[in-house]
């Protein structure tokens, strides 16, 4: 069963009733809660299966279409010599959890993470914070070393594809730590003990939402967003939209020169909510951004990555703060990437996280455009992004 077929808060309703056909259920074209049932190992790529007498982890294996160390990882305290009936074990299904064919929600990123917890019991996921609308900023956590990272993702609306970017990774080095595999060239194992790494895949969830068409007219937000949106009609809706759903771009939140960042937004017209670029009344006044600044302050990173789109390009200094060891690193990212290392265009120059991060903590932050073409991305981009992107993920976890 493909995953377009089962995305079922974007589905038509002949899709659904032919989910509902193949499924044995009646086909309503209407995605209830039997359906949902139905559909949710497939989003999660797992099943929680009530013990019978005679299985065995090579029966559910077979069964399930995985394999015994798959299903031993995700029930790391259970002894399959001492299995017991009627007891719930997690299976995992025979499929990766992370898709490459859908975009990225944020209910699709909340189904995804839960998939990947209940694979991999090591990864530690916890609500950030909510959003004025309710949808929660996680955090995942994933290593027990001393030094720390922290990796984010879509701080702007209509750049989701780099959730999928940081998924895909986590997804894939999960697996490799369980296996005691390899992640591009190195031993998953001994990053794991080497490293702490944090992951905010989605920071912006309500503009993602709005952006990729899971927030449609008539639901809380749509009706003022769009009304924002008037205000700028050069900036197509909803594809343009950069900001959150109050209209404030959160990667201009941050106390690093953020008068001068008001500014220059404010001469090119973006002075007041709309899709891109206004900077908010103050710094750090969005829940998103609060968020951000007070889980770094918290963590101590000692290195951040900011994954944004698009330019193939590096950015890894403040103006002229140049941290050290930052321009080796960037230049060593560029190397297993392709991508080129530049400065900051200076109307771009300010109150980023990177820019904020470098200024309080004079430690490597770095922020990477993957992509090229018009925001957002088509996700056909995903694998050959991912792929070059890779060794840098890899390289910052070990630096």
Do not use: C
Request: charged letters at 20%.
């Amino acid at each position: 069963m493909a995953l377009m077929d089962l995305v079922l808060l974007r589905a038509g309703a002949e899709t659904v009733a032919a989910f509902q056909a193949r499924a044995g259920l009646p086909p309503t074209g209407v995605a209830d809660g039997p359906t949902w049932q139905q559909a949710l190992p497939y989003l999660t790529g797992y099943r929680l299966h009530r013990l019978k007498p005679g299985d065995t982890y090579t029966a559910l294996a077979q069964r399930y279409g995985t394999t015994v160390s798959a299903i031993a990882g995700a029930n790391p305290n259970q002894d399959p010599r001492a299995l017991m009936v009627d007891q719930y074990l997690t299976v995992p299904l025979g499929f990766d959890v992370v898709p490459e064919d859908q975009p990225f929600t944020w209910a699709l990123t909340r189904l995804i993470l839960e998939g990947l917890r209940a694979r991999y019991p090591f990864l530690l996921l916890s609500e950030l914070t909510r959003t004025r609308y309710g949808r929660s900023l996680f955090q995942i956590t994933v290593g027990n070393g001393r030094q720390k990272r922290l990796f984010n993702a879509a701080h702007h609306a209509n750049e989701w594809i780099t959730t999928g970017v940081l998924l895909r990774f986590l997804e894939d080095y999960a697996r490799a730590v369980a296996e005691n595999g390899r992640i591009f060239g190195q031993s998953a194992r001994a990053l794991y003990e080497k490293t702490t790494l944090t992951l905010v895949p989605m920071v912006n969830p309500d503009g993602v939402d709005l952006v990729t068409g899971a927030l449609l007219p008539g639901m809380p937000g749509y009706a003022e967003a769009e009304a924002m949106a008037a205000d700028y009609p050069a900036i197509p809706f909803p594809s343009g939209w950069k900001a959150n759903l109050e209209g404030v771009d959160l990667n201009l939140q941050y106390p690093a020169l953020w008068e001068r960042a008001r500014t220059i937004k404010y001469a090119q017209g973006y002075d007041r909510p709309g899709p891109r670029d206004f900077v908010g009344q103050a710094p750090l006044t969005q829940p998103e951004s609060i968020a951000m600044a007070e889980l770094t302050r918290r963590i101590l990173p000692d290195l951040t990555l900011s994954y944004h789109s698009q330019g193939e390009v590096i950015y890894w200094k403040f103006l002229a703060r140049e941290p050290p060891g930052a321009r080796d690193l960037a230049q060593a990212f560029a190397a297993v990437s392709g991508y080129t290392v530049e400065d900051v265009p200076m109307a771009s120059a300010y109150a980023g996280y990177k820019d904020w991060f470098i200024q309080t903590w004079d430690k490597p932050g770095y922020t990477i455009e993957v992509g090229r073409g018009e925001n957002p991305l088509p996700i056909s981009q995903l694998p050959g992004i991912y792929r070059r992107n890779l060794g840098i993920l890899v390289l910052a976890l070990n630096a």
